[in-house]
């Protein structure tokens, strides 16, 4: 099988996680995959990466108006005509879009050439917008609800199967939009082999810091860990040997940092490339999740918290719906009620602090869930299977194989 990725970024890229685990998973499986991308550092228009052939937007390359006629969008023509070139050079069986603003071309030129396409719908849309600032004229444009709305509507009307991250955004749907074997649930999940990573790392010494940990990229306009940022003052006036360390960006925070005085208490890692993920997670104590809780946020489920659960970390987070039910679920970490003070934030992490074998507790029983259920080789299994009837054209019942794992064979590994 072929299948190409239609992503709206220069790839590879740091933060095409999801995309790139899904290429080598199908690459591992014996199939044949093609990354179809932008290309706005005007690099070479192929590229072999062993795990994918990659194909950049070639048209009017040597053009003045190549910055603005190559960046995608749902009204981009010469994106669709460049995705159907591509289709047809390579042979192609089904297509998917990663995102939103490319999700249109692609329909268009799976549909005009009869080749099967998937939405992977990563993200609620409709709700994100509201979040992002509109600091430019055409913000108000690119960033409106209702057309943000009507587009991702379109899109999931229109393609042959959509994938969400989380049942909850499933239920966001509208009826007319959840037709039976028409949208699925793949979820952000990490492999087996993450755990196993995980599992491997050096115990830190008993007598360092205890480190709350929070792993992201951070979108403009979307809160992310101020609320423990706010709590920390209140933490370190009782306890100095507490520390917040944050990877993925941050240096927005250094305001709110200063202004709180707690300096000496948050240190900013950077960005961390994912195949280092495992080994940097092991700094920490208690894994943080600290969204506000709104309509996107009750509709998605950060990948940090499969993360954070594979590592073996107890999870501290925000009163998110789908986090939520997964925490309660599986025991392995504890939500912020909602309408709390700062105080009790810090009381509430000093007691995490102060029981250790609790903490222990939650991140086993986090590992062992990952180990049974919320694994990338569960979710791939289900996205595999979903591709598979679509080239075959074999109706969809909607219900996934359970990937199987032996727990024995991951702990004898050496």
């Known amino acids: 099988m072929k299948v190409g990725i239609a992503v709206d970024v220069d790839y590879p890229h740091v933060g095409e996680v999801r995309p790139t685990k899904l290429a080598r998973s199908l690459q591992r499986a014996g199939h044949q995959v093609v990354f179809i991308c932008r290309n706005s550092r005007q690099r070479p228009l192929t590229e072999d990466l062993g795990y994918a052939r990659v194909y950049r937007f070639g048209y009017f390359l040597k053009s003045k108006m190549f910055p603005w006629l190559s960046p995608p969008s749902p009204l981009n023509l010469l994106w669709a005509l460049w995705i159907a070139k591509i289709v047809r050079k390579e042979g192609l069986d089904v297509i998917i879009s990663s995102n939103l603003r490319i999700a249109l071309p692609t329909i268009v030129a799976a549909k005009c050439l009869g080749k099967p396409v998937v939405l992977d719908l990563q993200e609620n849309n409709r709700e994100a917008v509201k979040l992002y600032p509109k600091t430019r004229f055409h913000h108000y444009v690119i960033r409106n609800s209702q057309l943000v709305g009507l587009l991702e509507d379109l899109c999931i009307k229109l393609a042959d199967h959509t994938w969400v991250v989380v049942e909850e955004r499933l239920e966001s749907l509208s009826r007319r ?45 979307v809160g992310s860990v101020e609320p423990i940022l706010e709590a920390l003052p209140y933490v370190s006036k009782r306890d100095k040997k507490v520390r917040f360390l944050i990877g993925g960006g941050g240096n927005h925070l250094l305001p709110l940092v200063e202004r709180l005085g707690i300096q000496d208490h948050v240190i900013l890692g950077g960005l961390i490339q994912p195949e280092k993920v495992p080994a940097w997670l092991q700094q920490g ?95 791939f299994d289900r996205a595999l299977r979903c591709l598979e009837k679509l080239v075959s054209k074999e109706p969809d019942d909607g219900v996934p194989r359970q990937a199987i794992v032996s727990a024995q064979s991951l702990d004898a590994k050496p």
């Open 177 to 221: 939009l959840r037709k039976p074997g028409k949208v699925s649930v793949v979820c952000h999940t990490p492999s087996l082999e993450e755990l196993q990573a995980s599992q491997e790392q050096r115990a830190r010494p008993e007598n360092d810091n205890f480190t709350l940990i929070y792993l992201g990229l951070f979108a403009p306009g």
């Open 285 to 379: 104590d208690l894994g943080i999740i600290a969204y506000p809780v709104n309509r996107f946020t009750n509709t998605t489920v950060s990948n940090k918290l499969f993360h954070y659960m594979a590592a073996g970390l107890p999870v501290f987070s925000t009163d998110m719906a789908p986090t939520r039910r997964i925490l309660e679920e599986v025991g392995c970490g504890i939500t912020i009620p909602a309408g709390i003070r700062n105080q009790e934030i810090a009381e509430i992490i000093l007691r995490l602090k102060n029981s250790p074998e609790e903490r222990a507790e939650m991140g086993q029983r986090g590992r062992q869930a990952v180990l049974e259920k919320y694994n990338w080789e569960f979710d």
